[in-house]
């Protein structure tokens, strides 16, 4: 017997279904197919502090303020965890006024360089530009911390080739890698 047109066939799509988060799963499309972007702090040991998963065609800067309040560093004996790191090292890609205008609110000095776009904006605008954002490129060089936390974790299969299906058992594999970088290498 065939069902009536209108019957219910299947589930909505998950494209169009307003209650599925987006970014769901971590996933996005690109050229390359399928990827995943961690977003990651570390410290100066090249141990991951803090992590999240966003789509791999999803930009950098938005998840920036997301990634440093996040930041939770245990105290040695008692007291309340660090939350503000002395300073963030960070690449061009996390460069923008709101970015920098949240850690001089927090107090926290940055060490990012300017894109070539927003120098020359500022130039244009003649002396209504403003004085462009102080810059250490001694502390800059310091940044590698991260790449090679990356490649730490890149040392584990399952983080570099993301074999698993749902984002939070992704999170999960991400976690244990961290967790036995950290064991490696404990705080003296």
């Not at 977003?39 to 938005?62: K, N, W, Y």
Request: net charge positive.
């Amino acid at each position: 017997m065939p069902c009536p047109r209108s019957w219910s066939r299947g589930a909505l799509p998950n494209d169009k279904n307003p209650a599925a988060r987006p970014g769901r799963e971590a996933l996005g499309r690109s050229r390359g197919g399928l990827s995943t972007k961690i977003q990651l702090t570390a410290d100066r040991r090249c141990r991951p502090v803090t992590r999240i998963l966003t789509p791999g065609q999803h930009g950098d800067c938005p998840q920036f303020i997301a990634l440093l309040q996040a930041v939770r560093i245990a105290r040695r004996g008692t007291g309340r965890p660090r939350t503000r790191p002395g300073r963030a090292m960070a690449d061009k890609a996390y460069s923008s006024a709101a970015n920098r205008a949240y850690l001089r609110r927090r107090g926290i000095q940055a060490v990012i360089p300017v894109k070539e776009d927003q120098n020359k904006h500022r130039r244009n605008r003649g002396s209504a530009g403003g004085r462009p954002p102080a810059f250490d490129a001694a502390r800059y060089k310091e940044r590698n911390t991260v790449e090679r936390c990356f490649a730490k974790l890149k040392q584990f299969r399952a983080v570099a080739a993301r074999y698993d299906k749902r984002d939070f058992m992704y999170q999960a594999t991400v976690d244990v890698a961290s967790i036995r970088i950290w064991l490696r290498d404990p705080v003296p």
